[in-house]
């Protein structure tokens, strides 16, 4: 995929985002390991602020719930510890962003599916080719390397990128 494309996922994201929350709707989040840290960063400053003061956005990142999510782990596997989470707090019109670098967690798999199911826009950031998920959802966005530690750094820049342009469309 050329850059350009990429780059057009980006702003398409970045209104998809602007979308859900001017519309009152949630951002869900989620991912695991340095992924979920991602998806942590992220939803904070949704939450906070990126830049600009503003008032808060719901953003619901999935892997912070450690309870809820080593009860489904235990009673559905551990691939189902966030689809079950989307079928419990997703709505239309909400966005779900998954980051899995190698694009092929079950777990993340599962969970976009299920968004779709219930009408949820998806997105996900993956890197390499963009694994499984690269066709799953509704945008992909790749990063074309193949280091873990590089992949999630530009998750986070463009994260970053998306956070300052809904700030600058929606400028409450």
């Known amino acids: ?41 992220i939803a904070g400053e949704l939450v906070g602020r990126f830049q600009r003061e503003r008032g808060a956005w719901s953003a619901i990142v999935l892997n912070a719930d450690v309870a809820t999510m080593t009860a489904i782990a235990n009673d559905y596997g551990y691939d ?22 190698s694009g092929n967690s079950e777990n993340i798999c599962r969970a976009v599916r299920k968004a779709r199911e219930l009408g949820c826009s998806t997105a996900v950031f993956t890197g390499n080719q963009g694994g499984r998920l690269r066709t799953m959802a509704d945008f992909s966005i790749i990063v074309p390397a193949n280091v873990t530690a590089r992949i999630q750094e530009c998750h986070i820049l463009i994260g970053h990128i998306i ?3 809904a700030e600058e469309q929606l400028n409450n």
């Open 1 to 41: 995929m050329r850059d350009e494309e990429q780059l057009e996922i980006v702003a398409r994201v970045a209104d998809a985002v602007i979308s859900v929350i001017s519309s009152g709707g949630r951002i869900l989040l989620c991912g695991n390991g340095g992924s979920a840290s991602d998806a942590l960063h």
């Open 80 to 101: 189902n510890v966030f689809a079950r989470q989307v079928e419990a707090h997703v709505r239309p019109g909400d966005l779900l962003m998954g980051f899995s670098t």
């Open 163 to 165: 956070c300052e342009l």
